[in-house]
């Protein structure tokens, strides 16, 4: 098996990059991955993030041996996979408990060249900010604009600042506000469901290793380890829009929403503080044919947005990044780079967003018969046809 090299091996001595000064435009996982790699490439990339300061806030994510892969690349793998905790075995199970699919996941190491792990957001967070000089993120840069100017671009920042650069990476996600510059017409899709997330310090509620993501009828409750200490939970129901709660009205709700489910599922809601639970309507929007205009570009969830179902979205976003360093390092224009990333990453996270969006259909599916149905069609999904999906997926090697 090949192993992914780092983008400085790939770039020979002298080769030019048709770009001096980047601004990246969020401090997020794909902004930060993008200013790690367009610095190895020697560009001088600042991010730029809204927020005053980064916070450990609660909830954990999936990064699939895909995305592994492309950190790798990044030179940052192996200080991420110690932050974090490799996932052995993945199941889906009904409400009650029962198994319906059964995924080895332990053995991706060895079909895909790397783990797949599950660990907190602001520990990847954390572990992207140390590949970074200090210097290279400016925090409480809200921004609210990009024009051209000559050949360069200005980006403008709330409270009057602004800031020249040779091409601006729009990854502000998926409410972006730099996306308008570059696509003026689109419409988030709310998917019909919400989310609420947690991080529990019980790691003796669930065996280390072990996800799950149980279905119900118009909810799922899925369990991920995500270090010695953690455990990270994930809740959904089909509800309209724009619901808001507060955190005791949120507890009290997934109490009486997954009343009777297995164990540790009333466990885990109880063990979290009601104010320390996230609450998020869950949207995407269809995918683009365009994610450039002159030099201003668009990453991560401000390009290809998805909705949660097959834990792709932050793993996208890694891979874009890697993507469109490797174009600008082999390149020599910034127009012939920027067409040549979206041409390679269109097809694949178009995919992804299709096919994530419909299974979350299918796992939010209320109604009792069709839900016999589903449970139904997973206990007897031939193992091949979920091999060959995880093949695609986990298995891409950016
Ligand atoms: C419930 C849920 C579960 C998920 N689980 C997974 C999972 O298991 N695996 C996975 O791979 N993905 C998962 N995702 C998706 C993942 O969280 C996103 O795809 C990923 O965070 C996108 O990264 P990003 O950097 O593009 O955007 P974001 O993470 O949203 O970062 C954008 C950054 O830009 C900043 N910003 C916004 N506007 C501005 C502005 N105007 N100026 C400056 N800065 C700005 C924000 O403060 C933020 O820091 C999940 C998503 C949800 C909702």
Known sequence: MRCAPNLREETGPGMTIPVKRAAVIGGGIGGLCAAIGLRRLGVDATVCERADR?????????????????????????????????????????????????????????????????????????????????????????????????????????????????????????????????????????????????????????????????????????????????????????????????????????????AGWHDPVMRLIEATPAEQILHNDIYDFPPQSCWSQGRVVLLGDAAHATTPNMGQGACMAIESSVVLCRALAEESTLPGALRRYQSERMPRTAWITTQSWKLGYAAQAERPLLCALRDLLMRLAPAGALNRTLDKTAGYRV
């Not at 671009?153 to 709330?158: E, G, L, R």
Request: glycine share 12%; hydrophobic share 45%; aromatic share 8%.
């Open 54 to 258: 980064f916070e450990r806030l609660g909830a954990g994510l999936t990064l699939w041996a895909n995305a592994v892969r492309a950190l790798r690349v990044l030179g940052v793998a192996d200080d991420v996979l110690a932050r974090g905790a490799v996932v052995r075995r993945s199941a889906i199970r009904t409400a009650s408990g029962r198994d319906l699919a059964v995924t080895d996941v332990a053995e991706h190491r060895q079909r895909y060249g790397e783990p797949t792990i599950a660990l907190h957001r602001g520990d990847l967070q954390e572990a992207l900010l140390a590949a970074l000089p200090a210097d290279a993120v400016r925090l409480g840069m809200s921004c609210d604009g990009v024009v051209p100017e000559g050949d360069g671009v200005s980006v403008h920042f709330a409270g009057g600042a602004g800031e020249r650069a040779d091409m601006v990476v729009g990854a502000d996600g998926i409410r972006s506000v730099v996306r308008p510059y570059v696509l003026p017409a689109v419409a988030l899709r709310y998917a019909g469901y919400t989310a609420w997330r947690g991080v529990v310090a019980s790691p003796d509620l669930v065996t280390a290793g072990l996800t799950s993501e149980s279905w119900g009828r118009g909810s799922r409750f899925g369990i991920v380890p995500i270090n010695s200490r953690e455990i990270y939970w994930f809740a959904t129901a089909n509800t309209p829009a724009g619901g808001s709660q507060s955190p005791t009205e949120r507890k009290e709700f997934l109490r009486q929403r997954f």
